[in-house]
């Protein structure tokens, strides 16, 4: 990360703040696995009206947001390393910064941010676009497959997922995060899922342990249901309920996407997290998408 000098001719300007909370959201789901260098970097690319695209994936879940911009047509998608990103973003755009500050984006030749340009990584990308539907409440609605909707109230136990896993750890030795590799197959012990359930209008997340040997589940020990607040969190056909997920990238998604809604109809396909009210992930500020896990 060096500073450079940038186009005048390809240079826009976005605002800060959106910046900051754009690569604090992605960056979570980039990997950390140098042997996957593609996967480890942020896609950075212009959607069609010019705005910033900012996608990071690890290939269990995903991670998108947009910052408004007007990036010139001839913008190509570029990777650079997720974990430059975010140490540019703290100096571009500290937690604190003014609410009308800008900072410059230039992704013509060298990305560039906030003056300061980031190496690209060589690779190639998923195509992850096709991993969306068109608009969720058209595709996964009745008579189609929405299945379950987890509600605003989500936003009130996301703290608690991560705490009550961290919990969970602290005090069972055999008890870790689901591996997504070696789910329930594990030699060192049980791995933690996160279950969503429930009987409308009431949605639960409960912490469960697949056992050692891959059969079957349990509930942790000591550790009681999170029960969504809000009336309606439920809602459509519920036969893909229960569903399962790595609990670390739950509370990661949940955190990244202010207020989600949990859209989904299979436990065999990604489901998406959405802004409450939002549809379209395309003009949603950030979405995600989370592979679940078979009990």
């Given at each position: 990360?060096?500073?450079?000098?940038?186009?005048p001719?390809?240079?826009?300007?976005?605002?800060?703040?959106?910046?900051?909370?754009?690569?604090?959201?992605?960056?979570?789901?980039?990997?950390?696995?140098?042997?996957?260098?593609?996967?480890?970097a942020v896609q950075l690319d212009r959607d069609p009206d010019g705005a910033l695209r900012l996608t990071a994936t690890d290939s269990y879940r995903l991670h998108t947001a947009r910052v408004p911009a007007d990036l010139p047509e001839a913008t190509r998608p570029v990777l650079v390393s997720a974990a430059a990103l975010a140490a540019l973003a703290r100096?571009?755009?500290?937690a604190r910064v003014r609410s009308y500050s800008t900072v410059t984006i230039d992704l013509a030749l060298t990305p560039t941010i906030g003056g300061h340009a980031l190496k690209p990584i060589d690779?190639?990308?998923?195509?992850?676009?096709?991993?969306?539907?068109?608009?969720?409440?058209?595709?996964?609605?009745?008579?189609?497959?929405?299945?379950?909707?987890?509600?605003?109230?989500?936003?009130?136990?996301?703290?608690r997922i991560a705490a009550t896993v961290y919990t969970a750890l602290a005090t069972?030795?055999?008890?870790?995060?689901?591996?997504?590799?070696?789910?329930?197959?594990?030699?060192?012990?049980?791995?933690?899922?996160a279950v969503i359930d429930g009987i409308p209008p009431t949605a639960t997340v409960t912490l469960r342990a697949i056992k050692a040997n891959g059969y079957g589940s349990e509930p942790l020990p000591n550790i009681d249901p999170l029960t969504l607040p809000d009336a309606g969190a439920l809602e459509g056909d519920l036969?893909?309920?229960?569903?399962?997920?790595?609990?670390?990238y739950l509370?990661?998604?949940l955190a990244a996407v202010p207020g989600a809604w949990v859209w989904g109809n299979t436990a065999l396909k990604p489901w998406i997290l959405l802004p409450g009210g939002v549809t379209d992930w395309a003009t949603a500020d950030v979405a995600a998408l989370l592979m679940p896990i078979r009990l």
């Open positions: 990360m060096t500073d450079t000098v940038t186009d001719t390809t240079t826009v300007t976005a605002p800060a703040a959106t910046l900051r909370a754009a690569i604090d959201a992605v960056t979570l789901a980039a990997s950390t696995d140098p042997a996957r260098a593609a996967l480890t100096k571009v755009a500290p690779g190639d990308y998923p195509n992850w676009r096709q991993l969306f539907p068109a608009d969720a409440a058209t595709v996964w609605s009745p008579p189609g497959n929405i299945t379950a909707r987890l509600d605003a109230g989500v936003r009130a136990v996301r703290g069972a030795k055999d008890i870790r995060p689901v591996d997504m590799e070696t789910a329930g197959k594990s030699a060192r012990g049980a791995t933690t899922l036969s893909a309920l229960p569903v399962a997920f790595n609990p670390g509370a990661d998604g």
